[in-house]
T-cell receptor
Framework: GEDVEQSLFLSVREGDSSVINCTYTDSSSTYLYWYKQEPGAGLQLLTYIFSNMDMKQDQRLTVLLNKKDKHLSLRIADTQTGDSAIYFCAEDAGFGNEKLTFGTGTRLTIIP | DADVTQTPRNRITKTGKRIMLECSQTKGHDRMYWYRQDPGLGLRLIYYSFDVKDINKGEISDGYSVSRQAQAKFSLSLESAIPNQTALYFC??????????????FGPGTRLTVT
């Protein structure tokens, strides 16, 4: 079965880069995702990467995918206080099945 | 107006009581999902439905049941609530029709406490 793992906490100084890591087990995923959960809210899709890509950049966000090691990372450049949230990586079940398996979530805290 | 709504937003109930959580969506999506969120465990899938006549168990369906009353409505029931069902519950939808159809849209969550 699928298993997606993340470290639970990360603290970063405002203005520095944040790197959130994730490991997954299902090699048949079509897409891998990063969702953001702000306090008191549901999850929102932040970015995603197609499984045959190794990098995707979207403004301050960079997603790196290492399929060989089944490792996904999210880098947030110039981290701001508004980036404080829980970040979840997720993988789909592949082959047209969009059932997602989520990681445990990483709580990002910004130090002023 | 929110695309995915959940009612109630907060609920406290006693052990053994039956409780229903409701989810409605205006996105016109066929796929709907129920998750629970526990600290340190992330989101775990309880049930999902790919259309009105299709209901599937997720990884933690024991103690829960669901009903897909219409394309827009998907409810989750706890027949006899127990304290370890205390959690934050989320409903989500996805289009499933091509492109980035896998993106899921989440409701605001229902905080359930079972005493």
């Amino acid at each position: 079965g699928e298993d997606v793992e993340q470290s639970l906490f990360l603290s970063v100084r405002e203005g520095d880069s944040s790197v959130i890591n994730c490991t997954y087990t299902d090699s048949s995923s079509t897409y891998l995702y990063w969702y953001k959960q702000e306090p008191g809210a549901g999850l929102q899709l932040l970015t995603y990467i197609f499984s045959n890509m190794d990098m995707k950049q979207d403004q301050r966000l960079t997603v790196l995918l290492n399929k060989k090691d089944k490792h996904l990372s999210l880098r947030i450049a110039d981290t701001q206080t508004g980036d404080s949230a829980i970040y979840f990586c997720a993988e789909d079940a592949g082959f047209g099945n969009e059932k997602l398996t989520f990681g445990t979530g990483t709580r990002l805290t910004i130090i002023p | 107006d929110a695309d995915v709504t959940q009612t109630p937003r907060n609920r406290i109930t006693k052990t053994g009581k039956r409780i229903m959580l409701e989810c409605s969506q205006t996105k016109g999506h066929d796929r709907m999902y129920w998750y629970r969120q526990d600290p340190g465990l992330g989101l775990r899938l309880i049930y999902y439905s790919f259309d009105v006549k299709d209901i599937n168990k997720g990884e933690i369906s024991d103690g829960y049941s669901v009903s897909r009353q219409a394309q827009a409505k998907f409810s989750l029931s706890l027949e006899s609530a127990i304290p370890n069902q205390t959690a934050l519950y989320f409903c989500a939808t996805s289009a499933g029709t091509g492109g980035l159809s896998y993106e899921q849209y989440f409701g605001p969550g229902t905080r359930l406490t079972v005493t």
